[in-house]
Each structure stands twice: as C-alpha cells, then as structure tokens.
C-alpha cells in the first residue's frame, strides 16, 4: 500500500474540505438565484453535495483518508487510526480548506469575500438533530470501513444526501463545514452565535457513535458447547 507523507495528507484534507464548501455555498448561492421555491433550493443544494462527496472521497481518499471533519478525524484518533501527532495539522487544514471554500464561491458569484451570516440555526431540535446528523455520519463510515471499505464513498453520500432532508438542521455534521458557513450570508449560513451549539452537538454525536460502534462492530467468539463424555 502506498503511504503518503503528512504535509500532502494536510493538503489532500485542505482542498477536499474547500471543495465540499465550494460546493455547499456555491450550490446554495445558484439555487437561490433560479427559484424562490425553498424545497427546490433545497434539493439542488443536496444533490450538488452529496455528489461532490463522492468524486472527493474516491480521489482523495487514498491519499488522507478523505475525512473533511475535525469530528471524523477526531473519532479516528480516539481509535488509534490517525496518529495523535497527525491531528493537529488535519484539523488546521479541514479548518482553512472551509474558509478557502466559502472565499472561492463567493468569487465565483461575483460577492464579498467574506460575510457574517445571519441566518437563525439554534435551539434543541437543531442540537439534537446535528448530534442524530454526525452519529449517523460516522455510524456509516466505521461500518463502511469495517465491512465494505470500496463502497464508503457512495455511502457518505448517500447518506448526507438523505440527512439533508430528515433532519431538521440540514445536516452540517461537521465543525469546519459549520465554521465555514458562517462566513457566507446566503442559502447555506449559519449565524456565528449559533456555532458553539453547531459544534458541541456534533462532536458528542460523533463520540456516541464511536462508542457504540465500536461495541457493535467488535465480534465476539462463538464458544462451542464440549459435549460431555460418555460415562464408562
């Protein structure tokens, strides 16, 4: 297997993480300029991202393990799969490649660099939502690694494509993905005020599901009753 030096798997983590955001804000952005219909904004957001998710973690997955998440990459630590040392340097590139992301769709519909967000995200529906949101993200990568690893790029995608519409904060699932979102006051924000809420749901998510599945996932020897000798 071909193992990739730690400045390349930080810059593998950056460009995914900005393309994802590219693609949430600038979907956002273009679905709100075509219709006034909010479930259809909705949909084309959706569809843009979890296909994006797809393309990113086939490609870039070899390389960093495709995580794009401080919560993901902070679950593979506490697992012992990411180097404790590694962790800094994911975190700081997945936080940079968010706000590269939010910069580079704005350019590209011609709107301030960057902007604070007002939209309203709070309240526990949301909270609780977002910790349902980030379980079921990595409930889905651990089991997909643990039991189908070539198809986990469909699975993320399918499944953030499904959140998107069961849960009632459309699934960000991800700290630097939130932190990103507050940067943009469009379709896709989040107001700043909001993000700790975001944020603290989503890595106590993560941390539930790195529990129990790591109980769940952990198989157990079948002892075989011995049978009893026949007496003489």
Known sequence: MVSFDLRRRAVAEALGTCLLVATVVGS???AETLTRDTALALLGNTMATGAMLVVLITILGPISGAHF???????????RTLPMR?????LVAQFVGGVVGTIAAHLMFALPV????TKLRTGPSQWFSEIVA????VAVILSGIRFEQRAVPWLVGLYITAAYWFTASTSFANPAVAVARALTNTFSGIRPV??????VAELLGALIALVLMGW??????IQQSV???AES
């Open 114 to 117: 960057l902007e604070i967000a």
């Open 134 to 137: 980030t379980f079921g993200l």
């Open 194 to 199: 909001d993000l700790p809420g975001f944020i």
């Open 216 to 221: 769940l996932l952990r198989p157990q020897p």
């Open 28 to 30: 956002g952005i273009m």
């Open 69 to 79: 998440n401080p919560a993901v990459s902070l679950v593979f630590c506490l697992n």
């Open 86 to 90: 590694d962790l800094p340097a994911y």
């Open 227 to 229: 049978p009893a000798k």
